[in-house]
């Protein structure tokens, strides 16, 4: 099945008010259009200089979303056109995308990263760091930044039972601030692997690389 393929049977696939993010690091722009032409509009990529190059070269009405762990120094790079941050582990990142985003004079949607996962690999503040952020003076007097939900990963296990009870524990979380704060409008969790799990959780945003475009490219 080619990517085009692949493309329409995820969109048909996944409910309405679930999108589809692909994930197109280490994949070439050719790849990428493939998948646009197919009506992808939403991709993904987990490194700033890879992801600007890209962005540079493609079309503009792509909306590009940082997965990866994003270091404060980078964001500068690609304050001016990404559109979701996924992967916001802490204030002090939060701060910095503010401070960019101010300076040309956009509003960053950004996503807080919980640690659901066992591997200590894996990036993400708990559940109670959640509250205090969204709480704190200086989230509030950001105007140039605006947290709209909640992203996590599950241990890569194939556990389906465990998967669940992490993909839940965030939902769980998710439905407590969103409650309560009328930004919170995105949960953006399930992969390649588990996403039909996510999806069972109550997942609105999933991220699928390999099952579209096959395995990553390291060379």
Not at 56 to 83: C, F, R, T
Not at 193 to 208: H, Q
Request: hydrophobic share 35%.
């Amino acid at each position: 099945m080619d990517i085009s393929a692949k493309i329409k049977k995820y969109k048909e696939e996944l409910p309405e008010n679930v999108k589809l993010v692909a994930i197109s690091k280490t994949k070439p722009s050719e790849d990428i259009m493939e998948a646009y032409n197919a009506g992808q509009k939403i991709f993904g990529e987990n490194k700033v200089q890879e992801m600007t190059d890209k962005w540079e070269e493609l079309p503009k009405d792509i909306e590009w979303h940082m997965v990866g762990h994003v270091q404060s120094n980078k964001v500068k790079y690609m304050a001016h056109y990404v559109s979701l941050i996924h992967a916001v582990h802490k204030l002090k990142l939060l701060k910095e995308i503010d401070k960019r985003a101010k300076e040309h004079e956009r509003v960053i949607k950004c996503l807080l990263q919980v640690k659901i996962a066992e591997e200590d690999s894996k990036y993400g503040m708990d559940a109670a760091e959640v509250d205090k952020i969204l709480a704190s003076d200086a989230y509030k007097e950001m105007e140039n930044v605006k947290v709209i939900g909640l992203m996590g990963m599950a241990t890569l296990t194939n556990n389906e039972e465990q998967i669940k009870q992490e993909f839940q524990f965030l939902k769980n979380k998710y439905d407590e601030v969103a409650a309560v704060n009328k930004d919170f409008t995105t949960l953006s969790m399930g992969m390649s692997g588990d996403y039909k799990i996510a999806l069972d959780c109550g997942t609105t945003m999933v991220r699928i690389g390999s099952s579209i475009f096959g395995e990553r490219n390291y060379n």
